[in-house]
């Protein structure tokens, strides 16, 4: 009995702190869109058979340069410390495709936003910065070549990416206790250690939130 006792007592007191950071105006949840357009441009180092000489083999460097486009969607929770200063994290689903004369790709991953958010003014218009980073994780790609089909690659748990991101917007709360923010971002996504990949996004990142 007494697990389930120290268990209610735990959830209680939490859901007492979660009104409470409610009513005091402290916490918010949020709902994101962000439409993103984005560039990488790669450089690998691979050793193949020499052409020239049987049994031999060569260092050939090859480059690729795609322009990736897709969006983001997911949820969203932030702490106010402050009139001007809040954190939020949440959970971003990831959805983008490459297409190109002779191949085409869609590719989808989930990613963990940590940010520190700066709101200068009380008004009900004001501006909006953010600065942070994305974790990515759990990429999934499908490539299809015309006449061969589609292949399915899967990242590994040494190809996650961390992502610096800045932003700088605008909220507006047109109610109570509801605020809509605008903000468009860049990130620098860095690469694992190993690979010369050089990859950034745009995006427009939207939010709904309810505080």
Request: glycine share 8%; net charge positive; no cysteine.
């Amino acid at each position: 009995m007494k697990p389930k006792f120290y268990t209610s007592l735990i959830l209680t007191g939490f859901l007492f702190s979660w009104s409470g950071a409610f009513s005091q105006g402290k916490f918010a949840i949020s709902a994101t869109v962000a439409p993103f357009y984005g560039h990488s441009k790669s450089t690998l180092e691979v050793i193949v058979p020499d052409s020239y000489s049987s049994g031999t083999f060569t260092t050939e460097t090859w480059k690729s340069e795609v322009s990736p486009k897709g969006y983001w969607v997911g949820l969203n929770g932030r702490y106010s410390f402050s009139e001007k200063w809040s954190a939020s994290t949440g959970l971003w689903f990831g959805y983008s495709t490459i297409k190109s004369s002779t191949t085409s790709s869609r590719s989808h991953n989930f990613s963990i936003p940590v940010l520190a958010n700066y709101q200068p003014s009380a008004k009900k218009l004001s501006p909006y910065f953010s600065a942070g980073a994305l974790w990515n994780f759990g990429t999934t790609s499908r490539l299809t070549i015309p006449d061969i089909g589609t292949a399915t690659f899967k990242s590994g748990r040494n190809t996650s990416r961390i992502s610096p991101i800045v932003g700088a917007g605008v909220i507006y709360r047109f109610a109570p206790r509801l605020s809509l923010i605008a903000q468009p971002t860049f990130s620098y996504a860095i690469p694992p250690s190993g690979i010369n990949t050089k990859a950034y996004q745009l995006a427009l990142n939207v939010q709904l939130m309810f505080h």
